[in-house]
Nanobody, 125 residues
Framework: QVQLVESGGGLVQPGGSLRISCAASGRTFNSFALAWFRQAPGSLEREFVAGISGGGSRTPYPDSVKGRFTISRNNAENTAYLQMDRLKSEGTAVYYC?????????????????WGQGTQVTVSS
């Protein structure tokens, strides 16, 4: 069983930066792939924005955030991060951390077994 708790959301101006965190419980943290998804206001779907393998060697991103978002993890502290730079207004969403019982990440929402409660990020001037 893995429990995930996100933190660090807030209000940021367009073009600004924000780093959000995901604290995880569990003794086998480094065997789980992690990912960040976001759900925009009024949207029924969660959008994949970053993934990371158990050891951190693979970090896929969709084109919409590639070069602006960076995912990382600290397995010694059971924590993952999403650094978001050059944020755009369409980045306003609830951001969710997710974990799956597999070493390699997936962009598919249904591939993940565990989810946090989400943290709100608002990009607005």
């Amino acid at each position: 069983q893995v429990q995930l708790v996100e933190s660090g959301g807030g209000l940021v101006q367009p073009g600004g930066s924000l780093r959000i965190s995901c604290a995880a419980s569990g003794r086998t943290f480094n065997s789980f792939a992690l990912a960040w998804f976001r759900q925009a206001p009024g949207s029924l779907e969660r959008e994949f924005v970053a993934g990371i393998s158990g050891g951190g060697s693979r970090t896929p991103y969709p084109d919409s955030v590639k070069g602006r978002f960076t995912i990382s993890r600290n397995n010694a502290e059971n924590t993952a991060y999403l650094q978001m730079d050059r944020l755009k207004s369409e980045g306003t969403a609830v951001y969710y951390c997710a974990a799956r019982g597999d070493y390699w990440p997936s962009p598919r929402e249904e591939a993940y077994d565990y989810w946090g409660q989400g943290t709100q990020v608002t990009v607005s001037s």
